[in-house]
């Protein structure tokens, strides 16, 4: 199987099997969102699209942020620690975020679409795995031209260490991923725009039982999880 690495200004290339990697925060998020019962994420790319998709479905709760900080108008962060307590069982969300939600919507020639972060690691690979696919790409939104997205390649390289049946480094995982230059803000000062039971959420690798799967059903990039 070729492993693909892509950021997010090549995605619109990628064809074929892809996966888009965001650790910090948007699909760690997600993730724990289908975990307390979501039953679908709507993915926007801007804050104005979002807005018309809460205007068209106003049972969405809106979910996102702007380089990291939370969008005024919006019900929720983009935070995995804010969805605690929060009855979101059946409920359905709109995402934006400045990675994840754009590598979802750029990756535009994918013929399967997953969305992932290390909660989700292992079952993503297994899923991907039965597709019997020749090659993957994975987007690693963090990835900029100045360097960071150390936590997005950790990720990726643990998925396609799963796949080549290749015995992952545990500690190296979370290593790369808490030295990252993303985490930083999240280890600092105390600030509730980054709290840091975030990066917690975010390192609880195989959390969960389900891979995420992007659906363009009606133009619209639908994300839910699929076992």
Known sequence: MEIRRVT??????????????DVLRAFTTAAFAFSHGVDEILLASTVEEAFELRRQNPDCLLVGEVEGLPIQGFDL?????ALSGIDLRSRRMIQRTTAGTQGAVLSKKADRLFAASLCVGECTAKFIDAL????????????RMNGGGEEDAACSDYIAD??????PNFSQIRNRVLNSRAARKFTGA?????PATDLEHALMIDRFDF?????????????????
Do not use: W, Y
């Open 211 to 227: 891979a995420m799967e992007v659906d363009r059903g009606d133009h619209q990039l639908v994300l839910r999880a699929v076992r």
């Open 162 to 167: 799963v796949l080549l049946n290749t015995p």
């Open 77 to 81: 962060p983009n935070s995995p620690t």
């Open 132 to 143: 019997k696919p020749e090659a993957i790409t994975f987007v690693e939104t963090g990835v």
């Open 8 to 21: 997010l200004d090549a995605c619109h290339e990628a064809d074929g099997v892809v996966v888009v990697v």
């Open 190 to 194: 105390a600030n509730s725009d980054f």
